[in-house]
């Protein structure tokens, strides 16, 4: 019990003094973009700061985790506790099993708050960085193709999302690999004023039915269908994956997987660093306990040095491969778990120069 105070107790100490600097560094960055868009001073306190402490608190949590370990063992080395528990028969895997317990209390919070709580916040967080910080907005797609239904592609040239109008469209069905329709229109509208979601009026219009060696060719000015796709589905605004909870995360990838849609590497990236991200804490953790638990003349200084650059390696690799993610479509989980994987290991050898 002393142990897990002392590490909890040091680890939101960390994340109050480091995120209040975050914080203080933040506005003074973006203070003339507020008062350019004239942002309200309740949005500012309320609908932006109030989430964004949360959200960078979850975040960096791997940072903070390190940093309090290293913290409060070199001091607990320093006083020559470590030194007196390990006399008494403590063994080294005894003095780390509250360490681990402490690390488990973190992972479990950080993935919670991660998973259902954070979320929330974000979409007001993200909705104000799109309104006061000049954010580009995602105002248009080109060309969108996704799968609506079983058989049925749909395809847009363009869509501009001001009248919510798709040009160029097509709608293609095919049966056992066979194309048995093809519609085809100037302009497809979507209709946000229906009571039925989905609800497209397709205008200019020419449909193409094939049946064996026959064509039926029908054409007219305006159609009303409805279509298993929304404006939603295929604009995709800066950082909506983090707005989304984990279980609306699975559901988004799994839809637009089924649909054929690929531009969802982001989303997957962060469904799967949620869980990551948690199970690193334990890591870092035996990382942190081993550099630190033996007692030098010197201080702290060697201890938090190689913790905080193992840490801040720990964060870029991290960033690494979620680029590698983005970019030359890396399976996501693989590009998400890496890190911990190469850490796991680095673990294993730091804790066989532990005190004994």
């Known amino acids: 019990m002393y142990i897990i105070k002392k590490y909890l107790g040091t680890y939101f100490f960390t994340i109050t003094l480091l995120i209040s600097i975050a914080v203080v560094f933040d506005f003074n960055e973006h203070v003339d973009q507020f008062v350019e868009y004239n942002a309200p001073a309740n949005e500012i306190i309320f609908d932006y700061y109030l989430n964004f402490v949360p959200y960078?608190?979850?975040?960096?949590?791997?940072?903070?985790?390190?940093v309090s370990v290293i913290l409060f063992t070199v001091k607990l080395a320093d006083n020559t506790e470590i030194v007196a528990?390990?006399?008494?028969?403590?063994?080294?895997?005894?003095?780390?099993?509250?360490?681990?317990?402490?690390?488990?209390?973190?992972?479990?919070?950080?993935?919670?708050?991660?998973a259902y709580v954070i979320p929330i916040g974000n979409v007001?967080?993200?909705?104000?960085?799109?309104?006061?910080?000049?954010?580009?907005r995602v105002t248009s797609a080109t060309n969108v193709q996704l799968q609506v239904a079983d058989g049925v592609?749909?395809?847009?040239?363009?869509?501009?999302?001001?009248?919510?109008?798709?040009y160029d469209f097509t709608l293609?069905?095919?049966?056992?690999?066979?194309?048995?329709?093809?519609?085809?229109?100037?302009?497809?509208?979507?209709?946000s004023l229906s009571e039925e979601p989905g609800h497209w009026i397709v205008k200019n219009w020419q449909e193409r039915n094939l049946k064996g060696m026959k064509e039926v060719v029908r054409s007219g000015g305006r159609l009303d269908t409805l279509l298993n796709m929304q404006p939603e589905d295929f604009l995709i605004t800066r950082d909506q994956q983090t707005t989304l909870t984990t279980p609306e995360l699975k559901e988004y990838i799994d839809r637009q997987r089924e649909r054929g849609f690929a531009n969802i590497q982001s989303f997957e990236v962060e469904y799967h660093q949620r869980y990551s991200a948690s199970f690193a804490a334990i890591i870092l953790t035996v990382i942190?306990?081993?550099?630190?638990?033996?007692?030098?003349?010197?201080?702290?200084?060697?201890?938090?040095?190689?913790?905080l650059a193992l840490s801040c390696l720990y964060i870029v690799f991290q960033r690494i491969s979620s680029t590698f993610a983005y970019k030359a479509n890396m399976d996501a989980a693989l590009s998400a778990w890496i890190p911990n994987i190469v850490f796991f290991f680095i673990a294993w050898y730091c804790l066989r120069f532990a005190p004994k």
């Open 56 to 66: 960078y608190s979850n975040l960096f949590s791997q940072l903070f985790v390190f």
């Open 85 to 114: 528990m390990m006399s008494s028969g403590v063994t080294t895997m005894r003095l780390l099993r509250p360490y681990l317990v402490s690390a488990c209390v973190i992972s479990l919070l950080t993935l919670y708050l991660g």
């Open 124 to 136: 007001k967080r993200v909705r104000f960085e799109n309104t006061y910080r000049g954010r580009e």
């Open 153 to 166: 592609v749909a395809y847009i040239g363009r869509y501009e999302n001001y009248n919510k109008t798709g």
């Open 172 to 191: 293609d069905k095919f049966e056992n690999k066979k194309l048995i329709s093809h519609l085809q229109a100037t302009m497809a509208e979507y209709d």
């Open 288 to 307: 942190g306990f081993s550099l630190s638990a033996k007692k030098r003349k010197n201080g702290m200084g060697i201890s938090l040095g190689v913790g």
